[in-house]
């Protein structure tokens, strides 16, 4: 019997969370140590990057407790990816 897992990829909007931050006044390293993350996790989300995560599925868990600690609603800072073809 085979699974196939069902899921829609997902981008994060590294802007928005950037802004969420700032407007709350923290600095990302202030961020990081709150979370218990370093301050590289959140400079690569800020910045759109994927070098520090495991795999695109850690950067999007990742997102969600830094834009969960920030007040946001995951569709805030969650874009799912669309399969088009042009």
Same mark, same amino acid.
């Given at each position: 019997?085979?699974?196939? #897992? !069902?899921?829609?990829?997902?981008?994060?909007?590294?802007? *928005?969370?950037?802004?969420?931050? /700032? $407007?709350?006044? %923290?600095?990302? #390293? !202030?961020?990081?140590?709150?979370?218990?993350?370093?301050? *590289?996790?959140?400079?690569?989300? /800020? $910045?759109?990057? %994927?070098?520090?995560?495991?795999?695109?599925?850690?950067?999007?868990?990742?997102?969600?407790?830094?834009?969960?600690?920030?007040?946001?609603?995951?569709?805030?800072?969650?874009?799912?990816?669309?399969?088009?073809?042009?």
């Amino acid at each position: 019997m085979e699974f196939k #897992k !069902e899921s829609t990829p997902t981008e994060v909007d590294g802007d *928005r969370l950037k802004i969420a931050r /700032e $407007a709350l006044g %923290l600095s990302q #390293k !202030e961020l990081a140590t709150k979370l218990c993350l370093s301050h *590289r996790h959140i400079a690569e989300l /800020e $910045a759109n990057q %994927l070098a520090i995560f495991f795999t695109p599925a850690h950067k999007v868990q990742v997102a969600k407790k830094v834009g969960s600690a920030l007040g946001l609603q995951k569709d805030d800072y969650l874009i799912p990816k669309t399969n088009s073809l042009y």
